[in-house]
């Protein structure tokens, strides 16, 4: 399903999944084509990439924000410019292949000035926490009237205030991921309740969550966010999450999103809307519940009183509740020991 198609349903029972490759290829096109093809066959809606070169991203001064012990460049600049040598072709490819895949290609765009460009191979511009407060990325992005989905890790609710209104005011649709930007995010940090304040904030915006915590304890803090509100889960997605450095270790891979979707299910089985419903419970109505029965032979004639009849399952006879108006009746045909009275029985 292409994100556009998302936004216009008026009941999202699935989350909108963006299996976040990013630079996770480590400039093997190989790779890249392999993760697009297990996200896609795992349950993904959409593969993300990002697209950058380290000279406009990253000066040399700019010092890591990540788990040194996880990656241990300390360097930005140094970081980036191992994994940015995708160019334009490449991405062009990489849709192609998306297509073939069913799965909706997207990449996240740091540089304004590649926004034009790019721009005719997405459905939605992707905006990083960190360029929230970009205005010259954000000036340009709305020249071309698509959705915009937008990370708000690091930031205050002034600083996604000032973003919503920009582009409320520029009528383009715009959907807030709630995030923590470490990486990795520890669980007591996900903030999660996040996302039903942003919720009551922005009540007509989509509100989903891009997530940073390691699956070691598997998918449940996806579940509770969804719980919250999340509407759209965007989660980093690798072919081995043993590799070393880079987003490998915080990543889903193919059977962790599999499992992720496969849980989806079964929650929504849990909580379905038709919670009156007793039909699927008439065998256990009929069979659990207790009737007025013969506690002995009753004949012809005889009255009933509280010392020739009891209260016993099944429930297909008169329904204890009406007692009172049972006895004293006098039965107008033999009624064998254990047989639940029916109301035929004194006609």
Known sequence: MKFEEFIALKKRNKTFVIAEVGVNHENSFEKAVL????????????????????????STQALSYWDNEAEAETSQYDLFCKYDK????DYE??????????VEFSTTIFD??????YQSLLGFFKIASADINNMPLHEE????????ILSTG???????????????????????????LNYPCEPEHALLKKISYLKNVYPETIVGYSDH?????????????????????????????NLPGNDHYHSFDHEDLKNYRDEEDFVAKLNRDDYNSLDNQSEAIQNARRS?????????????????????????????????????????????????LRWEFFK
Not at 112 to 117: N, Q
Not at 154 to 180: E, G, M, P, R
């Open 93 to 102: 490819k990489l849709k192609l292949e998306c297509d073939l895949n069913n």
């Open 213 to 241: 915590v390691p699956t070691l304890k598997g998918n449940l803090h996806l579940h509770i966010a969804k719980m919250y509100g999340s509407e759209v889960i965007e989660k980093h997605f690798t072919y081995d999450k």
């Open 35 to 58: 993760m697009i093809r297990q996200a896609a066959e795992a349950g993904a809606d959409a593969i993300k990439f990002q697209t950058y070169k380290a000279n406009t991203l990253a």
């Open 292 to 340: 007025i029965v013969a506690s002995e032979n009753i004949k012809a004639g005889d009255q009933i009183s509280t010392t020739n009849i009891a209260i016993k399952r099944p429930g297909t006879g008169i329904s204890p509740s009406l007692l009172d108006v049972v006895k004293g009746l006098k039965a107008t045909c033999e009624i064998p020991y254990d047989t639940p």
């Open 141 to 148: 992005i709305i020249k071309w009237n698509k959705p915009v």
């Open 112 to 117: 304004y000035k590649d926004v034009s460009e």
């Open 86 to 89: 995708f160019n334009y072709e």
């Open 154 to 180: 690091a930031s205050s609710i002034s600083d996604i205030d000032k973003t919503v209104q920009f582009y409320k005011h520029h009528n383009i649709n715009l959907t807030l991921l709630h995030c923590v």
